[in-house]
């Protein structure tokens, strides 16, 4: 199905360019839950954290050499990256600290906050690993029945999908045992997966230009469904359709709405319970390749970044390269009444 219905839009302020953004392709955006910061991670092998002030500007703070941030208490970042190493980064003394590794790239790092806090990775070696920092082994590890590529941690609910469209659902009372493994809803290989805020269940993204709202509960299966997006009318293909990958799922923390960015260069807002479209962005100058809402909920970044989906001879020169600060307003992101 498709959403549709989506209102027309007041004219905005221009969003917010970050300054002095990496040198090559952007992976990976994080906000601190407790803290001003923004963490970018790269192609270029960096991690760049920036404090971002209330009103979009940004100053550089560290960079330390990885990729793939996820961020804790307002002084640690942990990243993961092609050298399949887990860092710890501390803001507070500017060092960087090895906590984990695999036998192949981390591809996925979340933190856990239970139990004192606990570091999940998700690895092409085909497990999940957990650790504690200051532990140089890890406390437990799951093996998956692929490459691991996204992963996502709400509450007690942690997804992770693999290659082969598999979907492991496991519930953090008990760690290291898979509650529940299905095939993706979506038909071709899966880009994105990211939990709900209720954690009770997931959008999952696929390099065809759907996603899907899936629930774990079999209870709850009424409510699954899927909707077409980021395509683009044309006469190349044999529909007339270009067909892009989600590259972003991000759920709006406070309302629960969320958003998509696609390698089209465009995002949206969508209300999954109202089945409406909230809001359209005019298509950026390159694909999406990430995006993060901040703890408040009143700033959405977003990388415009080459997102390799078509491959090296899809890097020429001349890619925009940057991060954006858009400035949330509630109409645009607050849920509408169902109809």
Not at 16 to 34: K, Q, R, Y
Not at 62 to 74: I, K, Q, R, T
Not at 105 to 122: A, H, Y
Not at 230 to 240: M, N, S, V, Y
Request: aromatic share 10%; glycine share 10%; with cysteine.
């Amino acid at each position: 199905m498709s959403f549709f219905g989506g209102a027309a839009q007041p004219a905005a302020q221009a969003d917010i360019e970050v300054s002095d953004p990496p040198s090559d392709s952007i992976s990976a955006l994080a906000f601190c839950p407790t803290a001003d910061y923004l963490a970018v991670g790269s192609w270029d092998n960096n991690v760049r954290i920036y404090e971002i002030s209330p009103t979009g500007q940004s100053q550089g703070k560290a960079m330390y050499s990885h990729e793939g941030p996820v961020l804790d208490d307002g002084t640690k970042i942990f990243s993961g990256g092609a050298d399949k190493a887990a860092r710890m980064f501390d803001v507070s003394t500017g060092q960087s600290t090895q906590v984990g590794a695999h036998d192949a790239p981390i591809k996925c790092v979340r933190w856990i906050d239970m139990n004192g806090g606990v570091l999940v990775t998700g690895s092409w070696d085909k497990t999940l690993k957990y650790w504690t920092p200051g532990n140089p082994n890890p406390i437990a590890s799951v093996p998956l029945p692929e490459r691991c590529y996204s992963l996502d941690v709400q509450g007690q609910l942690l997804v992770c999908a693999t290659a082969e469209r598999h979907i492991i659902t496991i519930n953090l009372g008990n760690p290291t045992a898979i509650y529940k493994k299905i095939d993706s809803p979506l038909k071709w290989q899966t880009r994105v997966i990211s939990c709900f805020p209720a954690g009770d269940g997931y959008a999952v993204g696929s390099i065809e230009g759907r996603v899907a709202i899936q629930y774990v509960e079999d209870k709850d299966a009424v409510n699954n469904f899927s909707f077409k997006c980021h395509r683009k009318e044309g006469a190349t293909t044999k529909d007339g359709t270009n067909v892009f990958a989600v590259n972003s799922i991000t759920f709006h923390q406070q309302h629960g709405t969320f958003s998509t960015a696609g390698s089209d260069g465009v995002m949206y807002f969508w209300d999954k319970d109202s089945k409406t479209r909230l809001k359209t962005f005019d298509a950026a100058p390159g694909p999406i390749s990430a995006t993060a809402f901040n703890r408040t909920g009143t700033i959405f970044a977003y990388a415009i970044s080459y997102d390799w989906s078509k491959g090296h001879s899809g890097m020429t020169a001349g890619h925009v390269n940057k991060v954006m600060l858009h400035a949330l307003k509630d109409e645009e992101i607050k849920k509408k009444p169902k109809k």
